[in-house]
T-cell receptor
Framework: EAGVAQSPRYKIIEKRQSVAFWCNPISGHATLYWYQQILGQGPKLLIQFQNNGVVDDSQLPKDRFSAERLKGVDSTLKIQPAKLEDSAVYLC????????????????FGEGSRLTVL | QKEVEQDPGPLSVPEGAIVSLNCTYSNSAFQYFMWYRQYSRKGPELLMYTYSSGNKEDGRFTAQVDKSSKYISLFIRDSQPSDSATYLCAMSAGSNYQLIWGAGTKLIIKP
């Protein structure tokens, strides 16, 4: 079974530039998450999708971050304009449906996209 | 005060030792408890998943939950250099609730 695919693995940009990250979750996983992980910290949830609907985006800085999940499969996370403090690893994860159709809490992560903002 | 506290380490132990990793939490509503392992430059991977209190064993790994003390532990027996990684605890109040993560403990197993 293929895992969660993310690209690019690494990206270096100047502040105020824009960047986009792509994620393809495990087939059949309706729930998709984008996390931000700063060095030495645990993952911080940015946005959670259930199919192509947003479940939780309360911690997404909406003035600069946006995310979409077209057709309930692939997802893209965009940052525009980037700030120095956005330097982090952006992790995509997906989760299989639980007994009630919602996520189980068992997350499968991709390898992450490492962003450096100069 | 953070909802989940975890000592960042690093914790360095010799090969073959028993390792104890711990997290404390403040929200008594948490019922689902997970341990994830994260190798350098990789995404976290689920190691252990427990519901409510008690112990769960899987090979060299044992997860323990003490809800009365709001304390969870992960024990690794016969530790190997390949166990060197960052171990993250995570927990939630229900299967449809957001996961709350610890900061992770970096573990180093010396050959």
């Amino acid at each position: 079974e293929a895992g969660v695919a993310q690209s690019p693995r690494y990206k270096i940009i100047e502040k105020r530039q824009s960047v986009a990250f792509w994620c393809n979750p495990i087939s059949g996983h309706a729930t998709l998450y984008w996390y931000q992980q700063i060095l030495g910290q645990g993952p911080k949830l940015l946005i959670q999708f259930q199919n192509n609907g947003v479940v939780d985006d309360s911690q997404l800085p909406k003035d600069r971050f946006s995310a979409e999940r077209l057709k309930g499969v692939d997802s893209t996370l965009k940052i525009q304009p980037a700030k120095l403090e956005d330097s982090a690893v952006y992790l995509c994860a997906s989760s299989p449906p639980g007994t009630a159709g919602g996520p189980t809490g068992e997350l499968f992560f991709g390898e992450g996209s490492r962003l450096t903002v100069l | 005060q953070k909802e989940v506290e975890q000592d960042p380490g690093p914790l360095s132990v010799p090969e073959g030792a028993i390792v104890s990793l711990n997290c404390t939490y403040s929200n008594s509503a948490f019922q689902y408890f997970m341990w994830y392992r994260q190798y350098s430059r990789k995404g976290p991977e689920l190691l252990m998943y427990t519901y409510s209190s008690g112990n769960k064993e899987d090979g060299r790994f044992t997860a323990q939950v003490d809800k009365s003390s709001k304390y969870i532990s992960l024990f690794i027996r016969d530790s190997q250099p390949s166990d060197s990684a960052t171990y993250l605890c995570a927990m939630s109040a229900g299967s449809n609730y957001q996961l709350i993560w610890g900061a992770g403990t970096k573990l180093i197993i010396k050959p």
